[in-house]
């Protein structure tokens, strides 16, 4: 639909963001990225876009990012996360959903760093690093929402709402 349909908004210093997000798991090991300088990983996604299934927003945004089909399988989260980065207030509306690449799919095959690609809007597309990391090395690892850093050993088997708030409100 294109970037002027991505459900963002700015005012001052504060942002909302409705994001989807891919939690790839394969023989022990998660699927992360980062931002090309960033020091900290998340799992891969995007913005949601006006009248696109958010399911659709993953496979989107996994094709545009590495040029890979996803299975997306079911919800594991809906997550509120408040925090702040960059001089900015978050409130973002996250959809956490379980995907998968069919088995023959080349992502499965890396095991080192390997590169994509985020377009953000109106700027020009910035270098996305991704990594398989085991699953067990999260505990340690500088990674947002910090709860995954657990979580992930034991999967929830229905959907959970979870609410992440980093944020102190006295500084508003």
Do not use: C
Request: proline share 5%; glycine share 6%.
């Amino acid at each position: 639909m294109g970037e002027h349909n991505v459900i963002s908004y700015t005012r001052n210093n504060f942002k909302f963001k409705y994001r989807i997000v891919g939690i790839a798991l394969h023989n022990g090991r998660a699927l992360l990225h980062q931002l090309e300088g960033d020091n900290y990983w998340s799992f891969p996604g995007g913005n949601g876009e006006f009248f696109e299934e958010s399911a659709e927003t993953l496979r989107r945004e996994m094709m545009e990012e590495i040029s890979e089909e996803v299975r997306v399988e079911r919800l594991l989260y809906a997550i509120e996360n408040f925090f702040e980065l960059e001089g900015y207030h978050y409130h973002e509306l996250g959809f956490y959903y379980l995907v998968s690449f069919p088995d023959d799919a080349p992502v499965l095959k890396h095991t080192l760093p390997f590169h994509g690609v985020e377009q953000f809007e109106f700027e020009e597309p910035k270098r996305l690093i991704f990594q398989w990391f085991p699953i067990e090395q999260l505990k340690k690892m500088v990674m947002y929402p910090v709860f995954l850093r657990t979580a992930l050993s034991d999967l929830p088997t229905q959907t959970q709402h979870i609410v992440v708030n980093e944020i102190d409100k006295s500084s508003f």
